[in-house]
């Protein structure tokens, strides 16, 4: 069986380097300490390219198709941890819902990047996309936003926090930080 692996976290949060270092198979000690061990890993590359960044971005529309790449992955993929990363735009859409719905017979599960706020708005201001009315009380309400609703879906998935931060080592916690 497959496990579609929705990962979450602030802008900056790590999300990609994330992704990229379980399909890379870089960290094999946190591999097994996630359970995936000896399991193909596939990622949703739509999901790392089609990034929204703003309000009414073309990008969003093109998001839509997710879940029927997700369950095309789950098709051409056994016992498989299928990595997707997350935006706000997909928890509006109810994505991860609709994914869940299509694809019943797989795993679904959230990995949430937990990285302190004020490192978390360091590494914003880096980004490119980076504007200098994204105040800490705009990115502050992102990441606001994105917990609120992810913990709406506890019931519904399993959700796994990891720390995200530079030194953290991706260390397992037990609730949003």
Request: net charge negative.
């Amino acid at each position: 069986m497959n496990t579609v692996v929705w990962v979450y976290g602030g802008s900056a949060a790590g999300k990609k380097t994330f992704i990229e270092t379980i399909s890379l198979h870089e960290n094999l000690e946190l591999i097994n300490r996630l359970g995936w061990e000896g399991k193909q890993v596939a990622v949703c590359q739509e999901s790392l390219d089609l990034i929204a960044q703003f309000e009414g971005d073309p990008i969003i529309e093109k998001r839509q198709s997710i879940p029927e790449i997700v369950s095309k992955l789950n098709q051409k993929y056994t016992n498989a941890i299928i990595l997707i990363k997350g935006q706000d735009v997909d928890l509006k859409a109810k994505r991860l819902i609709k994914t869940r719905e299509l694809i019943p017979d797989a795993g679904h599960k959230i990995v949430f990047m937990s990285v302190p706020f004020e490192e978390l708005y360091e590494r914003t201001t880096r980004q490119s996309w980076w504007e200098d009315s994204d105040t800490q009380e705009v990115v502050k309400g992102w990441l606001d936003y994105q917990i609120t609703e992810l913990k709406k879906l506890k019931d519904d998935f399993e959700i796994q926090i990891i720390d995200g931060s530079a030194g953290g080592g991706y260390k397992f916690l037990s609730d949003f930080e």
